[in-house]
């Protein structure tokens, strides 16, 4: 039996973690839709215009200064880096206060995660050792998390919540392994003069946090002298959000005893001025204080993520989808050189590799006795839970867009994506009902993620 206390605590890590789970499964669906809209229009009649439309050219202009860019570009390089930024800011809260913060919850998804990452690429090197493909060893190590926590959303109320707050951390942790691989392997010559650019970015950044400055708009401005840098120097910009996601405080301006002490005399003062004898009197100021209380109190990281994520949810990742999900399936030549090796290897590695790593892993690590088993979670559930992590789709398709730009390779790598992805997502849904019917305890289901690790540590 839980009591208060336990509950309390239950109940403030639950919030984050349903509000990302929901919020994640539901943008899965027009994710789907925006990936069939990008593979009907680019295979329809109106395919040229499918092509015209993402090459058509944008410009920024600030005074002399001017940039000239496709909108592949703006979306991919610009808009995909308030996307890292929202990484950056779920890794953090994770390794502050989530599933990471502790190293005996956090070793069972961190030894799935590197078997999740290191086997796919493992599979695609062996089918790829040298050619033109070889560069897209690190396309079918990452995780679409959308997708398959949408997956696990279809498998209903089978599947027990540990499980889900499970493939969050690896999620996380394959997310970390992701930007490595980018800011390492796919960037481009290094320029050393940016690195005055990007020292000038992170001293505004760190400024506006030692002054205080709340998150909100004004958080920009670093943003975009890191991207500018990071631009220059030849790395990938979209870390940019990654590092400014990285140092965003977790703890909230107003500790919880502060925050019952203002809102106890803002209550007070509404009190007195609603009452009888002030009826006339104007009530806005202590209601004002109570609400700006009431945003001091919550995490910084928090206020981000709340901010930003639906953009990227609901807009940024399904527009990401459209513009780079359209393969024309008639312009796709297998005969090209290395095709149908780099093909196997993505979809291998998809579908076979990442289950394959995340179980093999797993299992290793608990049979050390270096990890355990979450509570209502079988060896059949991390059997499907590493078939739905093979699903990669969004950033597995980033990453070939690094790997393959300018190459014939990367349409028919986009095919094997979405192929492998699909194959990984059906073997989920299949195991899901296989492995998960009639497993979970009745009063395992009726936890929250949060009591399930409370309830475990009790």
């Known amino acids: 039996m839980l009591n208060k206390p336990m509950l309390r605590v239950a109940n403030r890590i639950k919030a984050p973690v349903d509000a990302f789970l929901h919020t994640e499964s539901a943008s899965s669906i027009l994710l789907l839709i925006a990936a069939a809209v990008a593979l009907l229009w680019a295979n329809s009649s109106a395919a040229e215009s499918y092509e015209h439309l993402w090459h058509t050219e944008f410009s920024i202009t600030l005074g002399s200064w001017s940039m000239k860019q496709s909108l592949h570009f703006w979306i991919n390089d610009f808009l995909m880096t308030i996307f890292f930024l929202v990484v950056g800011l779920e890794i953090k809260r994770e390794i502050v206060e989530g599933e990471l913060a502790d190293m005996r919850r956090a070793s069972l998804p961190i030894a799935a995660a590197v078997g999740g990452m290191l086997v796919p690429a493992a599979i695609y090197f062996a089918l790829n050792p040298t050619g033109p493909g070889s560069q897209g060893w690190g396309v079918p190590m990452a995780t679409d998390i959308a997708f398959a926590l949408g997956v696990l959303g279809l498998l209903g109320k089978r599947v027990p919540a540990s499980l889900r707050v499970l493939l969050l951390a690896l999620a996380i942790i394959d997310d970390i392994g992701a930007i490595l691989v980018i800011a390492v392997f796919y960037s481009s010559g290094i320029n050393p003069d940016a690195f005055i650019t990007i020292a000038i970015g992170l001293a505004i950044l760190l400024g506006m946090l030692q002054a205080g400055v709340r998150p909100g708009s004004m958080y920009i401005v670093p943003v975009i002298v890191l991207w500018a840098g990071a631009y220059s120097l030849g790395v990938h910009p979209t870390i940019a959000g990654v590092i400014v996601g990285l140092v965003m405080p977790v703890r909230p301006w107003l500790s919880r005893k502060e925050f019952v002490e203002v809102a106890e005399v803002a209550l007070r003062e509404y009190h007195v001025l609603t009452s009888q004898e002030h009826k006339h009197k104007d009530a806005l100021t202590p209601l004002r204080r109570l ?45 090209l050189d290395g095709a149908s090796m780099a093909t196997l290897g993505v979809m291998l590695g998809l579908a076979f590799g990442k289950p394959a790593g995340i179980l093999l892993f797993s299992w290793l690590t608990t049979r050390m006795g270096w990890c355990t088993l979450p509570r209502g979670v079988t060896w059949g559930g991390i059997t499907v839970l590493g078939c739905a992590a093979g699903i990669g789709f969004t950033m597995a398709i980033f990453i070939a867009e690094l790997a393959f730009r300018g190459s014939d390779l990367l349409q028919i790598t986009k095919l094997a994506i979405l192929g492998g992805s699909a194959i990984a997502g059906v073997t989920a849904m299949t195991m899901g009902r296989i492995f998960l019917a009639g497993e979970l305890d009745p009063a395992v289901a009726r936890l929250t993620p949060a009591q399930v690790e409370v309830s475990n540590e009790a």
């Open 291 to 335: 609400s700006m209380a009431g945003r001091e109190a919550a995490s910084p990281v928090s206020r981000a993520e709340a901010a930003f994520h639906p953009w990227v949810a609901f807009l940024i990742m399904p527009l990401f989808a459209l513009a780079y999900a359209g393969v024309n399936l008639g312009g796709v030549e297998m005969s």
